[in-house]
């Protein structure tokens, strides 16, 4: 049995097998978690909320339901005692939810997410709300409007975004498990920054409801964890047809967890996989160390029986130009909705609605939304529409093309994460053009509407690279083997940060 000063590095599926035999109390494990929060909270910043109490006292209910099943033979909730950790811009009924904006501050919503009540239903209990850019609009957890978050492998070096604050607490062993949303990268870039897995599932697999809007034909929710096994397994219990989201698509939902299979039994696991690399991903400015990790992750696949191969994704270079016109476009309708009459902050200024608006709306966003609403107005603007918003809806095909060419010769694709591995504080909050282009390798997948995941591939200088897999739509548990076969045979997920006595991020 684990020590309570360990209980804070269990993986999900660990945890929930050590609840079920009654090995641990999720009593134990939630102080042990929280404990542990508070102890490197003033270092990192992870958390925008720290739900302890009802945390609490939500274990020590999950522990009567655990003890009752055991004597009655009864069946327990894949999660039951398992604590969750969300990003700030899923809804959790009665817990602040505010997008990292101070356009919400203290926005308490009346209903949970679609995503919530499934991970509730199968037991789990919250643990707090993670730290993310604005309205999940940028790479470096830098725009929050409530502050930074750090590296806990470098504290002077971001953990990527827009879900920041998950991927640092999972790294730091400061939760269990993790909600993230991907819009163009937010959760496999952080994850790539930190050693952690981050799954983007395909557009439609994952509900909507009741996450805060940032662009609607582009956002997903995804699982960020420590393995690729809890990947599979909180994908399983996330995902699905919600009547109250028409994008999700009605499709009998695999089992991940069991498609994952056995590693050990076969001496070449991927024996008549067909891996695409594309050439246009190995981009001008990639860092060298991250360039030969991820060769030397794409040749240990070609060593577990693997057949690899170059491909070309020849529109990749408009994927770029393409997102940052789509996506802010669809920035600037869903941004509509905060005008301070609805709800939210409200600028008591004297004037009519329009200049409480003009108000509420300059306070209460950053510089980033700012930023992003007045390009998509633009793009979406008498005079412009055709010019960029089709145009750009054009390209987006022919990169889906692209995607639906390759999946015809390989089963999955490979590729770096990020470019480069994370970068200093402060070192590209100046110039957005270069923040931009840190999601260079992660924006056509959601303009695809595939799904990728990130694991980690080794290190660079001390610091973590991901490696990115890519598969056909709604194939995520072909991609989640690969995944699985890479980790159980390199390990590099068990890598972590040495946090005690780290030098303290300057102010």
Not at 302 to 320: D, F
Not at 402 to 414: I, M, N, S, T
Request: charged share 20%; no cysteine.
């Amino acid at each position: 049995m684990p020590t309570e000063t360990s209980l804070h590095e269990l993986s999900a599926w660990r945890a929930a097998e050590m609840l079920r035999m009654g090995e641990i109390s999720a009593l134990e494990l939630t102080r042990a978690l929280l404990d542990r929060i508070a102890e490197l909270e003033p270092k990192i910043h992870a958390y925008l909320t720290v739900t302890a109490d009802t945390a609490l006292a939500e274990a020590k209910h999950a522990d009567a339901l655990l003890a009752q099943a055991r004597r009655d033979g009864a069946d327990i909730a894949p999660l039951l005692g398992v604590p969750m950790t969300v990003k700030d811009v899923i809804s959790t009924e009665g817990t602040v939810t505010t997008a990292g904006s101070r356009i919400l501050e203290g926005f308490v919503p009346v209903y949970s997410a679609t995503v919530i009540e499934r991970l509730h239903a199968a037991g789990a209990h919250l643990l707090g709300k993670t730290n993310p850019d604005e309205f999940a609009m940028g790479s470096s957890t830098e725009n929050s409007g409530y502050g930074v978050t750090y590296n806990p492998w470098d504290l002077t070096r971001v953990p990527g975004g827009s879900s920041g604050g998950s991927a640092a607490a999972m790294t730091a062993d400061q939760g269990v498990f993790a909600l993230g949303t991907d819009t163009g990268g937010s959760v496999r870039q952080p994850a790539s920054f930190t050693n952690t897995v981050g799954l983007r599932p395909s557009y439609g697999r994952v509900s909507r409801w009741g996450v805060i809007a940032f662009a609607s034909s582009l956002d997903q929710v995804g699982p960020m964890t420590k393995d690729v096994r809890d990947a599979a397994l909180i994908l399983n219990l996330i995902a699905g047809r919600d009547a109250r989201d028409s994008t999700t698509v009605d499709l009998a939902v695999p089992d991940f967890v069991a498609g994952l299979g056995d590693v050990g039994g076969a001496s070449l696991p991927l024996h008549g996989l067909r891996v695409g690399v594309p050439r246009e991903y190995f981009v001008e400015g990639m860092a060298a160390g991250v360039e030969s990790t991820t060769r030397a992750a794409i040749a240990h696949l070609e060593s577990l029986g693997a057949t690899v191969r170059e491909v070309s994704l020849p529109h990749t270079e408009y994927a770029l130009p393409t997102y940052y016109i789509l996506a802010p476009a669809e920035a600037s309708a869903n941004l509509a909705r905060y005008d301070g009459v609805k709800y939210g902050l409200r600028a008591n200024v004297p004037g009519d609605v329009w200049d409480v608006t003009r108000a509420t709306r300059g306070r209460g966003f950053g510089p980033e939304v700012k930023r992003r609403i007045m390009l998509g107005t633009y793009a979406l603007s008498a005079g412009y529409y055709d010019a960029y918003y089709v145009k750009a809806q054009k390209a987006r095909t022919l990169i889906k093309r692209d995607f639906d060419r390759a999946f015809d010769e390989v089963d999955v694709l490979v590729s770096a994460t990020s470019p480069t591995p994370p970068f200093r504080v402060g070192a590209m909050i100046d110039d957005p053009l270069q923040m931009y282009l840190a999601d260079v390798l992660t924006l056509a997948q959601p303009l695809a509407g595939i799904p990728a995941i990130t694991l980690p591939a080794g290190f660079s200088d001390g610091l973590p690279v991901g490696m990115q897999i890519m598969a056909r739509a709604f194939d995520e548990a072909k991609m989640l083997r690969v995944a699985y076969v890479y980790e159980q045979t390199t390990g590099w997920h068990k890598r972590k940060p040495m946090l005690n006595g780290a030098p303290a991020h300057s102010s």
